[in-house]
């Protein structure tokens, strides 16, 4: 059975820190890029930061480029997500998936989806 189970949500005061985790079974981790997705209460999916099945390739979205990084452990079947200076308007549920393509930064194909990981940003 292939799972994704997101961890590491949470309440943070704007300006601080979290870091999410996403650990994968039931599948070869090793082959597929990763994905985090992430949708704001009343909003729809928007695709945060992608990263290569070797882990050697990253790409993010302008709103969060310089804040987040992504990075991935293929030894541990983990994605990570490194949140810093976080803001209110990054509160959402957090998503990761997984996906073949690699083409176009956000345009994937998603395989495989975890169930969220609630992140908020307020004081």
């Known amino acids: 059975e292939v799972q994704l189970v997101e961890s590491g949500g949470g309440l943070v005061q704007p300006g601080g820190s979290l870091r999410l985790s996403c650990a994968a079974s039931?599948?070869?981790?090793?082959?597929?890029?990763m994905s985090w997705v992430r949708q704001a209460p009343g909003k729809g999916l928007e695709w945060v930061s992608a990263?290569?099945?070797?882990?050697?390739?990253?790409t993010y979205a302008d709103s969060v480029k310089g804040r987040f990084t992504i990075s991935r452990d293929n030894a541990k079947n983990t994605l990570y997500l490194q949140m810093n200076s976080l803001k209110p308007e990054d509160t959402a549920v957090y998503y990761c998936?997984?996906?073949?393509?690699?083409?176009?930064?956000?345009?994937?194909?998603?395989?495989?989806w975890g169930q969220g990981t609630q992140v908020t940003v307020s004081s």
């Open positions: 998936a997984s996906h073949l393509t690699w083409a176009t930064p956000g345009g994937y194909e998603y395989d495989y």
């Open positions: 039931g599948f070869t981790f090793s082959s597929y890029a």
């Open positions: 990263i290569n099945n070797g882990g050697d390739s990253t």
